[in-house]
């Protein structure tokens, strides 16, 4: 399973950017997908997730700011970040649980990582 992630750059302060991630290779379903951003220093944090149905979760630091989508039949997701701020400068990573076959435990992939970097 491979996951790539696109979209990420430099942006002003109160800017917006999309970052998508589209997983491909041996695949029978992917179950929840979703980002996590990990600033020089800090932990790996999650930003957003979201389920196989659509149902959300966000970090506090974000709601309000960034919406998760998801394209099940793409196998894609999305993030949509409106309003940044410096504070969200990080290197952003794609995450999904994967069943490879109908009876596999389900397995953990990362992206490559995108830098975001916002500008004050």
């Known amino acids: ?15 917006s950017l999309k970052l998508s991630c589209t997983a491909s290779g041996t695949i029978f379903k992917i179950n929840d997908m979703g980002w996590y951003r990990q600033a020089p220093g800090s932990q790996r944090d999650l930003v957003a997730s979201v389920t196989t149905g659509g149902s959300t979760n966000y970090a506090d630091s974000v709601k309000g700011r960034f919406t998760i989508s998801r394209d099940n039949a793409k196998n894609t997701v999305y993030l949509q970040m409106n309003s940044l701020q410096p504070d969200d400068t990080a290197v952003y990573y794609c995450n999904a649980r994967v069943l490879l076959q109908r009876w596999s435990t389900q397995t953990n992939w990362w992206g490559q990582g995108t830098q975001v970097t916002v500008s004050s």
Do not use: E, N, R
């Not at 399973?1 to 800017?15: H, K, P, T, Y």
């Open 1 to 15: 399973v491979q996951l790539q992630a696109s979209g990420g750059g430099l942006v002003q302060a109160g800017g």
